[in-house]
Each structure stands twice: as C-alpha cells, then as structure tokens.
C-alpha cells in the first residue's frame, strides 16, 4: 500500500501551495472585509489551470479528478475558504452533467468551466426544504418538447455569478415523494424568467455571493434534461456523494492554517515568564488537533480515490460521508482550538482565529449537515455495507 502522491499530484501540491501562500493568504481578509467577489483570484486560478482540475482532457480540462482538485483546495483553504469554495464550483453544478449529462452538455457547459468562460450554480435547496430533498416544491411541467420550471431555490453559492444553473425537480406533483418523479436540468442565466432574487448577509465565507434563483414559468427545451426523466433525484445524490471529500478538503485544510496559526502565535507569546507553546495543556490540544487532522486526510483521500473511481452510489455513501463528517467538524474544533489558545486576541479582527472560526460553521452546513451525514454513515451500518467480516 503506498501512501505517497504520484509525481503529478505532488508538485500540483507544491504549486497550489506556494500559489496560495503568495497570493491567497495576503487577500484572505480584505477579500472577507469587503464581501466583494474576487475576481483577481478567479483569474488567478484561470491563468494556473485550476479552473480545469477536475475536468477530463476530453473537455478541456486536465483530467486530475476530485484527487486533485481535494489536495488543491486543501492548500487553498488554508487561507481562504472563500478562495476554495470558488474552486469547489468547478464540480458541484458539473458534477450531475458528468455524471449523466449528453455530450452537448458536457461540451457547452463542462467545456467552458474548464477554460473560465462560464461559471456554474447548484440550485438545489429551497426556503422550506434543505436536508429534505423531497420536501421541494420546485416543479418542471411537461410543456411540447420540453419543460415549464416554477419554483424557488435559496442558499445557492455563487448565484449571483453564474451563467448556468443546474436546478433539481419534481415532475408536475409538488407534493410527491416518489423518486422516479424527479428531474435534473441545466438552466442558462439568461433564459427568460429566471432571476436572482435576494442574496444572504453571511456569517462567514464572505465574498462568493450566496442567494436565491427565482424561476417563474421558465421554459427550457427537452435538451436541457439531465440524465433521464425520473432520474433526477439519483444523479443529484450521487453528485453529492462524490463531493462530500472536496468539502472535506474544506474542512482539512481550515484546520491546518487555524493550527499552523496557533503554533506561531504560542511559539512567540509568552506568560509566566515562558511561551505559550511550553505549557503542557496546550501542548495537548494542539497535538489532538494534529493527529485528527492526519486522520481526516486519511479518510479524505481515500473518498476521493472512491470517487474518482466511479464509488459515489449508495453502497459506497457511507464512507464518502465519513470523510465530509469528520473533516468538517474538526475544522469546527479546530478553529475553536486556536481561538482559545490566543485567548483575547484571537476574537479580535487583527488576527485570522475569528475568520476561521465563522468560516468553519459552515462546513458542517452545506451539502449534507453533520446530521445528515451520520444517518447516512448509520444506515450504511444497518444495511452492512460498512461491514468487518
């Protein structure tokens, strides 16, 4: 078994690394100050082929699967989870149409993700319907030869700077629960009747405008389905599931620069005539968080591997969800952890601890809370597809 990166993925690492260190790191706070989209990192990740890490070279992107853009959000995310989240919308609305999308799709919408021509948004949650997928009420009416969406969508990242839309919905019923009556489509901004409506004042992960996508008689062709009628709910789980290690590398690397943060700061302050760094029950809850963040990597990596292999169905939720569920309640503790250590400093703007710690809450939030995630882990269990013997 060998734990080693290829040659590839290890200088993508060293790469990101410095990139991010460079000329993340000195704009992670304006970028959270001034709640602006950061359209210099945008071109930043375009000009270095990030834009295209998940991409296949088919489509113009470089094929490195969710592996690779984990390890690069990982090093971003260090600094800026903002950054990494622009990053993640490479695979999150492109994720369903790789999955089951026509080769029209994947050249008109996959193709131009990868280049930085067009940006992509999931639609998926609703104002009265976030973990319950089926309590949407989001309806695509047949119409001719295609479809007629009404509905409402919230908490969309990046809504406000997307030119497409994968949107998920129910097929006529909006008070069905019935799987097969679902379907997934792509949405082009511009299509008439389709609007932004109010965008969130955040807690945290400022600067990526997250919000509402209004769609009211919205007619788009049968071209725009994804996958096959009734298939909707299938392909939006599995795009999810095969995320859930790209937000983990959220979640990883928040909790190394939070650390790595702490260490510094304890290294050089002292009380009691000693640096913080010397006292014993500190010393303890940094080495906790270190062996936990080895221990999320772990998981991650091999939920990315599993994904890159095509794992993401039912059978193999389970451990994708563990990886997503680990690594981001420990960017939560993590956080915390080194908002302690700094003690009063830390909750003040003039150091990153505070940013961390709003920015971690989120993770255990999106796509699949916490809860979620551990239902799915235990069902898994029930059903002996986590299994020892």
């Not at 295209?52 to 088919?58: D, F, N, S, T």
């Not at 592996?67 to 994720?95: D, H």
């Not at 030119?163 to 082009?188: A, I, M, N």
């Amino acid at each position: 078994m060998d734990f080693e990166l290829s040659p590839e993925l290890k200088e993508l690492q060293e790469t990101v690394r410095r990139l991010a260190r460079e000329r993340i790191e000195p704009r992670a706070r304006e970028i959270d100050e001034a709640n602006e989209y950061p359209q210099d990192v945008f071109a930043l990740f375009r000009d270095a082929g990030l834009l295209g890490l998940v991409i296949p070279e088919e489509y113009g992107g470089s094929g490195g699967g969710i592996l690779a853009l984990s390890i690069a959000i990982e090093e971003v995310s260090k600094y800026s989870n903002t950054a990494a989240l622009m990053l993640l919308l490479t695979r999150l609305p492109t994720g369903p149409i790789l999955i089951a999308g026509s080769e029209e799709q994947k050249r008109s919408y996959v193709a131009t993700v990868a280049t930085g021509e067009t940006r992509g948004a999931f639609a998926l949650s609703e104002p009265h319907a976030g973990s319950d997928v089926m309590g949407q009420r989001t309806v695509a009416r047949r119409d001719g030869d295609g479809y007629v969406i009404s509905g409402q969508k919230c908490w969309i990242s990046g809504v406000v700077q997307a030119d497409w839309y994968t949107v998920f919905c129910k097929l006529e019923d909006p008070k069905t629960r019935d799987h097969g009556q679902t379907v997934s489509l792509v949405v082009p901004r511009d299509t008439p009747g389709l609007s932004v409506g109010n965008t969130d004042r955040k807690m945290g992960v400022r600067g990526l405008d997250t919000g509402e996508l209004i769609l009211d008689g919205v007619h788009v062709p049968a071209s725009s389905r994804i996958g096959d009628e009734g298939d909707g709910f299938r392909i939006t789980m599995e795009g999810l599931n095969s995320m859930r290690p790209i937000v983990a590398a959220r979640g990883i690397g928040l909790a190394e620069g939070a650390l790595m943060y702490a260490v510094r700061y304890a290294k050089e302050r002292e009380a009691f005539g000693k640096a913080l760094g010397d006292f014993q029950g500190l010393q303890w809850m940094m080495a906790e968080v270190a062996a936990e963040i080895e221990a999320a990597r772990l998981l991650t990596y091999r939920a990315a591997w599993m994904s890159d292999r095509g794992e993401y169905g039912k059978r193999h939720a389970a451990f994708l969800s563990m990886a997503k569920y680990y690594a981001t309640e420990l960017a939560v503790k993590a956080s915390n952890v080194a908002l302690q250590i700094l003690g009063a400093a830390g909750y003040m703007k003039d150091h990153m601890t505070e940013l961390y710690y709003r920015d971690a809450r989120q993770l255990t939030i999106v796509e699949g809370t916490t809860q979620i995630q551990k239902g799915i882990i235990a069902r898994g269990l029930l059903e002996e597809d986590v299994w020892w013997d």
